[in-house]
């Protein structure tokens, strides 16, 4: 019987990071100009309303905020509750994802924009949650800013050190951004063409990867 992909296998975290950015994207362009997939913006935005004297509108960012939180918390609950007696649990992480997004991506546009940009920041944390490795480099799928140092610093030591590893390193790292990048020029071109249609993308995408692991 043909084994499927590891969960550290590089190609599983190719096609989480094209989904990566390819939500981001679509949460950009269809969902209120938001990034969902990370919450630094979200947290930035939040403190500048509570310096212009407006915890009303600091509060906006709340939800979004708390999901991602839940959604680490949601994806070390189920590794605890099914590591045991199932070792392949990020399958499992998978699929939600995927049935979540398709869920935010059945919203209508618009007035329900807020929900499903938390859904979507839900979703994402439990991904970068159970995800965190890969070809042996610590790495991220749903934002590009750590791989982007990991990336340089390797790049760096492979250059001036001649150390081999760490240029092979380096690849992994910018190979992801490279994925994330591309994922978000898709469900830039997938917009134009389709508008909330596009979040058909990152859907087929997380299928992809919980079918390339089956059997493993």
């Keep these: ?24 994207c679509y949460t950009y362009l ?12 979200n947290l930035v935005l939040a403190g500048v309303r509570l310096a212009q004297g407006r915890p009303d509108l600091a509060l906006h960012y709340a939800p979004p ?3 991602y939180a839940a959604g680490v918390l949601a ?5 605890t509750a099914m590591a045991e007696k199932k070792p392949d649990w990020r399958r499992t992480v998978l699929l939600l994802e995927c049935g979540i997004t398709a869920a935010a991506a059945l919203l209508p546009l618009g007035r329900l924009d807020p929900l499903a940009n938390v859904l979507i920041s839900f979703v994402s944390a439990a991904q970068v949650e159970s995800f965190r490795t890969f070809a042996g480099c610590a ?6 800013t750590g791989n982007l140092r990991g990336g340089t610093e390797n790049l760096f030591l492979r250059w001036f050190k001649g150390d081999r590893e760490a240029g092979r390193k380096a690849a992994v790292y910018y190979s992801l951004i490279a994925a994330f990048v591309t994922g978000a020029v898709l469900s830039g071109i997938l ?14 995408l997380l299928a992809a990867a919980a079918l390339s692991t089956q059997g493993f």
């Excluded at 019987?1 to 981001?24: C, E, I, V, W, Y």
């Excluded at 790495?139 to 590009?144: L, R, V």
């Excluded at 389709?194 to 859907?203: D, E, F, I, R, V």
């Design 65 to 67: 905020i708390l999901a």
């Design 75 to 79: 994806a070390e609950l189920l590794r």
């Design 191 to 204: 917009t134009a063409l389709l508008g909330g249609g596009s979040a058909a993308l990152p859907c087929l």
């Design 1 to 24: 019987m043909k084994r499927g992909l590891r969960f550290d296998a590089l190609p599983l975290g190719l096609l989480l990071a094209l989904a990566g950015g390819s939500l981001d």
């Design 30 to 41: 269809n969902r209120g100009r938001v990034f969902a997939t990370a919450e630094t913006g």
């Design 139 to 144: 790495c991220a799928t749903t934002m590009c």
